[in-house]
Nanobody, 122 residues
């Protein structure tokens, strides 16, 4: 089993900052990509940012220049530094990991955390 545990969500005023953390544990051989997704009530989950094991990053246009994603492969952790937050950034943020669980099998799995709430007051 693989567990992803997120932390760092909360309530912040517009213009403020938050740092989300996610640590993966369990049966993990290697991590290919980790990322953060956001979901609004009644809407589909959308990618906010992702980072590969070779530090290639990808951001949704609305957060470019304000959010920074980073990966610590040794700790199996991913972080999302969110600056200049806007009310539209609010939602439940989910950590995602695309990983390989065993050196025996070459299959990759998509794993999710339980989500952490981000609220931005105007």
């Amino acid at each position: 089993q693989v567990q992803l545990v997120e932390s760092g969500g909360g309530l912040v005023q517009a213009g403020g900052s938050l740092r989300l953390s996610c640590v993966a544990s369990g049966s993990i051989f290697s991590i290919n990509t980790m990322g953060w997704y956001r979901q609004y009530p009644g809407k589909q989950r959308e990618l906010v940012a992702s980072v590969t094991r070779d530090d290639t990053t990808n951001y949704v246009d609305s957060v470019k220049g304000r959010f920074t994603i980073s990966l610590d492969n040794a700790k199996k952790a991913v972080y999302l530094q969110m600056n200049s937050l806007k009310p539209d950034d609010a939602g439940v943020y989910y950590c995602n990991a695309y990983l390989r669980r065993s050196y025996i099998s070459t299959s990759y799995y998509n794993c999710w955390g339980q989500g952490t709430q981000v609220t931005v007051s105007s």
